[in-house]
């Protein structure tokens, strides 16, 4: 399968707790993105790289969460001291750098804060 | 900032029917996505609009780029089970960041 790879699936943690979640891209692709979605509602941006750089970052994006991606390859996004608004799914997304490419989602993972 | 309202939040209709939906916002935009989501899956691109009052097809599915460039419609032409999923517009920002529509929930009664 050489689509967007995120791990875990699930996670359930305890209020508190840190979480680390990993997306490994298409490999082609220079623009990594994650999203996070709430039930009922549409995925919402927190923040994207192209290559190594961390471009843009959401204000949904509080200072407990961190994303990195060292080599420009995988990523990983980190919710430090988690709470139980943090609970949704955590998309990540790749596409080209070019105009207009296309993303490209993996299935997520599902964070359960209690 | 950008918000997309997307109509209706959710159909429940039967198998064989056509469907339609469409996503609207006062802002302008030179693009329009539509994705669909199944359950426990990622979004998936279904259709991209690049021109105000483009028309595009992917087998049963049609949608417009409206002429205001402020809207978007999807239609689905008769429809089957495997069209359930939760159906969402989307537009992108420079660095290709998309906002998503609320999204519409299809449920087909076979």
């Known amino acids: 399968d050489t689509g967007v790879s995120q791990n875990p699936r699930h996670k359930i943690t305890k209020r508190g707790q840190n979480v680390t979640f990993r997306c490994d891209p298409i490999s082609e692709h220079n623009r990594l993105y994650w999203y996070r979605q709430t039930l009922g509602q549409g995925p919402e941006f927190l923040t994207y790289f192209q290559n190594e750089a961390q471009l843009e970052k959401s204000r949904l994006l509080s200072d407990r969460f961190s994303a990195e991606r060292p080599k420009g390859s995988f990523s990983t996004l980190e919710i430090q001291r988690t709470e139980q608004g943090d609970s949704a799914m955590y998309l990540c997304?790749?596409?080209?750098?070019?105009?207009?490419?296309?993303?490209?989602f993996g299935n997520g993972t599902r964070l359960t804060v209690t | 900032g950008q918000q997309l309202n997307q109509s209706p939040q959710s159909m429940f209709i039967q198998e064989g029917e056509d469907v339609s939906m469409n996503c609207t916002s006062s802002s302008i935009f030179n693009t329009w996505l539509w994705y669909k989501q199944e359950p426990g899956e990622g979004p998936v691109l279904l259709i991209a609009?690049?021109?105000?009052?483009e028309l595009t097809s992917n087998g049963r599915l049609t949608a417009q780029f409206g002429i205001t460039r402020k809207d978007s419609f999807l239609n689905i032409s008769a429809s089957i089970p495997s069209d359930v999923g939760i159906y969402f517009c989307?537009?992108?920002?420079?660095?290709?960041?998309?906002?998503f529509g609320g999204g519409t929930r299809l449920m087909v009664k076979p």
């Open positions: 997304a790749s596409s080209l750098g070019t105009y207009n490419s296309p993303l490209h």
């Open positions: 609009l690049y021109k105000a009052g």
């Open positions: 989307a537009v992108p920002n420079a660095g290709n960041m998309l906002t």
